[in-house]
């Protein structure tokens, strides 16, 4: 019997079967998938993710070829820039697109003894007090001690064993295209640009390749090239030369937060459990989910009382609560438009100008743990933050 099954070989799961792999505990990932995604549907990681990899040794070998890694200048919180070179705060950042970042941790993950079987799509899961059960199409069953669902916003897992998903849904669709050569986008500057009827994005991760972004009232749907720039043309009234698509796709930003992030032997992570309605949160939370419960997972599966599993939805589901706020702060600066929006935008920007504000957000960005301060001891010493714990490293 496998001592994790881990459904989803995305990034978190992937990181998850390697933190298992730490600890010597047998990992075993399914994916639907045939082959891994070519999509870059993430372009870096940020805050205690960076820390993480720096810890298991691995930033070095992660970062080799990045554009950029290190310690950013300024980072975006929404549409308002969060000046961060004249602070002394941890926050770091690291540009790598998806499919290489998925590439390295399966790497790593069967370096360290995984098993990852693609073309394997779970069709339903049953647990009894001993393990879980997961039935595969073709007659096929795997049977192993605890089940993660690492496998999205719309996690089938989650489904199974009946874990709510509340939350919000935007009423604007964002297309995003990465195009070969620089765009000829007169009158355009890099980042967000605003028109009366949306907004557009101007912003390059590598050399050779810009990325554009669309953003108006409507619905996700497939993308095309003429479908992009009918959408850039509606946005700003006129018609713009794009360059080369590479990729094209289309998001509609969800604010969810599961109920739960464990169902007796099944477990949930990275966006099965949360959906964060602004960028570069999503990663940084999902990864430092998977390094949390491979501690606690391993630690019961070497002998630890099962008390310690619980521990994992009480550390990170308030984490989530946290990022899910100010992601929502982001996203609500981001549509707010007009005077009003631009009258917002400059306040928070003299704001964040000062230090404590924005050592604060810094913190927010980062990742770091709320301090904990118990019913009624308002006047003791509070707690220091502290970062990320190393999981049997």
């Known amino acids: 019997m496998n001592d994790v099954v ?44 960076v820390d993480l990899l720096d810890q298991r040794g691995l930033l070095k ?60 799509e779970v069709r339903s899961l049953t647990q ?18 605890f089940a993660v669902g690492c496998d999205g916003g719309r996690s089938p897992v989650r489904q199974q064993v009946g874990i709510g998903f509340p939350g919000t849904t935007d009423d604007q669709v964002l297309r995003l295209g990465h195009f070969r050569g620089r765009p ?49 043309r509606r946005v700003t009234g006129r018609d713009l030369p794009l360059g080369e698509p590479i990729w094209l796709t289309a998001t509609v930003a969800q604010a969810r937060l599961a109920e739960r992030y ?30 949390e419960l491979a501690a606690k997972l391993a630690a019961h599966l070497a002998g630890a009382p099962a008390r310690v599993l619980d521990a994992y939805e009480s550390e990170r589901r308030p984490l989530a609560e946290r990022t899910l706020a100010h992601t929502r702060a982001q ?32 913190a927010l960005l980062h990742g770091s743990r709320t301090p904990y301060v118990p019913p009624g001891a308002a006047g003791q010493r509070r707690r220091r933050r502290f970062p990320l714990r190393a999981s049997r490293a």
């Open 184 to 232: 000829e986008l007169d009158g355009l500057k890099p980042g967000w640009n605003e028109f009366p009827h949306g907004r557009v994005l101007l912003t390059s991760l590598r050399r050779g390749v810009h990325v554009v972004g669309v953003r108006e009232k409507g619905e996700a749907g497939p993308v095309t090239a003429d479908g992009f720039r009918a959408a850039l």
């Open 61 to 120: 070998r992660f970062g080799k070829g990045s554009s950029f890694s290190g310690k950013p200048p300024r980072f975006p919180f929404g549409p308002v820039t969060l000046p961060l070179a004249r602070l002394d705060v941890p926050f770091r950042a690291l540009i790598i697109q998806q499919p290489r970042l998925e590439r390295l941790l399966a790497e790593r993950a069967v370096e360290l003894g995984a098993e990852i079987r693609r073309g394997w």
């Open 128 to 145: 009894d007090e001993q393990g879980v059960t997961l039935a595969v199409e073709d007659d096929r069953q795997v049977r192993a001690r």
């Open 6 to 49: 881990i459904v989803g070989a995305g990034p978190v799961g992937l990181m998850l079967a390697g933190e298992l792999g730490l600890a010597a505990a047998r990992a075993l990932v399914l994916d639907k998938r045939l082959e891994p995604s070519e999509l870059p549907r993430a372009n870096g990681l940020t805050g205690q993710a």
């Open 331 to 362: 996203a609500a600066l981001e549509r707010l438009s007009g005077e009003d929006g631009a009258a917002l935008r400059d306040l928070l920007t003299e704001v964040f100008a000062y230090e404590e504000p924005a050592r604060h957000l810094a």
């Open 262 to 291: 464990r169902a007796g032997r099944v477990f949930l992570a990275g966006d099965a459990a949360h959906l964060f309605p602004a960028g570069g949160s999503a990663l940084n939370v999902g990864l430092t989910d998977a390094a």
